[in-house]
């Protein structure tokens, strides 16, 4: 396996999965480095998570997200940007704080 020693600047999101009474969203995703795709799943606090959204795309956007977290009898709710926004959404891996994990390509 290959592995990265630091981030780039982008982190795609997938998936944001929430765990009913957690205290923090797992966001699934990959970042791109030297035309590879490396793939890890973050831990965000809920706060935290929510401000990034509306900063960079919008309250309205955040409001989506929470709608259909809210609104699933699921105990664990996954939101996937393009099925149920019809969107991307990309985070600057800075302010995620994932500047020095290692990714490994499968």
Do not use: C
Not at 15 to 33: P, R
Request: hydrophobic share 35%; glycine share 4%; net charge positive.
């Amino acid at each position: 396996m290959n592995s990265i020693n630091h981030f780039p600047s982008i982190f795609n999101v997938n998936y944001i999965v929430f765990e009913k009474n957690d205290t923090a969203f797992l966001l699934q995703g990959y970042v791109y480095s030297n035309q590879k795709k490396y793939y890890t799943t973050i831990p965000v606090e809920i706060l935290r998570l929510s401000r990034l959204i509306e900063h960079s795309l919008g309250g309205q956007i955040m409001q989506r997200i929470w709608d259909r977290l809210y609104s699933s009898t699921d105990p664990i709710v996954e939101v996937n940007p393009k099925k149920h926004l019809n969107m991307d959404i990309r985070l600057k891996s800075s302010e995620l704080g994932i500047l020095t994990n290692k990714l490994k390509t499968a």
